[in-house]
């Protein structure tokens, strides 16, 4: 009965841990139900808000670019017509339309209707937004920029580069053939000295730069063995720097080389006439040097590397900063940041494509320079909403009816606690008859106890009754008396019959040598005979000893024979050991006592 009641209690446990869960999930359903009804009720003014707030992004991001496009173009082509952006959709894409308002109202294409001063103008500055707003390394590297720009307004033109290049805090390397030295009071302008045939080289400002540490970019760029250059350097600084000098004296080259460091574009041309590999050194900060080998014909035939100050290569965390290949590796992404963004060479232009980014689909315009992504995540956001709202939906139908199978449930355990207090009681009434049962098995156990005392007591009264008819001490005295006389004469009894089989021994033994002859027969060997008459002669010795000594027992059996019929006779003729009747010549016989036949 205890494990049945015991079985039960569980069941009714596990019932109201079910009951617990089932309210506890009651709880959360009614919440989220709660919270999701709530959702749903405001789904259409969340919906209007987003949307409110993409128009407004939009427009916002929009006038921003469209001002200041409009400025850098103004500032060095004044009179020239505003630019306007406008921002559409492409299959669920944000797509930039770039271009030009006439006075009428109408647009012209930046880059089919206009001429080339005005891309340059452009293309600059949508290199420098795409620096920044692509997140990656803010340095900027234009070859010939400025090719398509009249004399008078090429001062202009670095001027708006200077400035945007100051305010975004991008490091600018701009290569020209024009003469710049108005501006080398205001940033570093380096030369191209030589002529190919006998290797160019750099002639920089003599001033150091100014850099600390922890500022990022290029210090320099060295070029060993790269075309024209056997062995030159360039200096850089923040801000702007430039490479002068007239066409075709290897400038392009210091642009080559970066794409080769950064983009991969390493070529055997790159190696100088003669030489069997060529090098270019990037200054890093804390003075460290990236460095690019080119060796035509080698496996790797590229290998980049990063030194410290005094030339080893780099290791940090188990990882050595040294790879070979065609790729260029992570390692030099990551710590440059200089990379091709949307699959355009964002930061270091191409002589031959001076057009940037004009040309490309109205989606990669948009991506790159991250105009209308506002709006894209603000569609996400819509999207997150609507299908957030469909979710709700979903758990307030399914919710609900869970909610139901629930209520259901907690209504068929309702009646636990009367279950539980049956069971309680139950329990007592257990506990009741296991304290009756136990106090029956104590009763037994002292039944038992009496009756073994009442036996034992029965049996005392029995041995006092019979201590009650044993004589008394006097009596006890003569008893023990005889008793002791009695033990006496059962020892010399004893004695006496083994002394008596002792001496029929001997008699046996005399009469054994009574039968010898008294003469020996004669001998024929002397010296035998007389050997067997000292030997005769000595055994005659020892039979008159031994009858002597049968003489003198058979008197002490006479004696010892008369002592025993004298015992016999004041008992009665009875044997003192063990009480049979018995003669003296049985005695010292074959008399056998019971207790040694047993």
Known sequence: MGRELERLAAGVSRARGREDGHRQREAVLERDIALAKARIAVKGDVEAFIEAVQAEASRRNVAAFETLLTAL????????????????????????????????????????????????????????????????????????????????????????????????????????????????????????????????????????????????????????????????????????????????????????????????????????????????????????????????????????SLHEVDGSVVEEDGTRFETGGRAVPDWVERLCGIVKVEGLDVHVAHQKFPVFLLGEPASKRSAVLSIGQESAYLREMLAIHRERTARDQTLVRLGERELGEIRDALARLGDLAGIEMSLAEERDALANLHAGARRVVDLEGAHARLTTAVRRLAAARGRSEALLELPGPEALAGISERLAKANARSALVDRLIAASRRSAGASARAAALAELPDDLPPLRDAGAADRSARELARLRKALDAARGRAGEAERRIAAIKGAIEGLIEAGGGLCPACGAPVDAAALLGDHTHPQEAA
């Open 73 to 304: 173009v103004q500032e060095v082509l004044p009179g020239e017509k505003p630019v306007v952006l406008d921002l559409t959709t492409e299959r669920g894409l944000a797509a930039l339309d770039i271009g030009l308002a006439r006075p009428d109202g109408s647009r012209e294409d930046v880059l089919e209707d206009n001429g080339g001063a005005l891309t340059n103008v452009v293309g600059m500055a949508l290199r420098l937004i795409a620096v920044v707003k692509a997140g990656v390394g803010r340095f900027l590297a234009l070859d010939e920029a400025d090719c398509w720009i009249a004399p008078d307004r090429v001062p202009a033109f670095y001027r708006v580069l200077e400035d945007g290049a100051a305010r975004l805090g991008v490091q600018c390397l701009a290569i020209s053939h024009h003469d710049l030295s108005a501006f080398e009071g205001r940033f570093r302008v380096a030369r191209v000295a030589g002529l190919v045939a006998d290797g160019v080289t750099i002639a920089g400002p003599a001033e150091a730069a100014a850099w600390s540490d922890d500022m990022p970019g290029l210090r320099s760029i060295r070029l060993v063995d790269v075309q024209a250059f056997a062995d030159a350097t360039l200096p850089l600084g923040p801000g702007v720097n430039a490479l002068i000098g007239p066409n075709n004296r290897g400038k392009s080259t210091i642009i080559r080389a970066l794409r080769a460091v950064f983009y991969g574009e390493g070529r055997d041309a790159l190696v100088r006439a003669g030489a069997g590999a060529c090098t270019v050194e990037l200054g890093l900060a804390r003075g460290r040097i990236l460095r690019f080998n080119r060796t035509p014909k080698r496996t790797p035939v590229n290998l980049w």
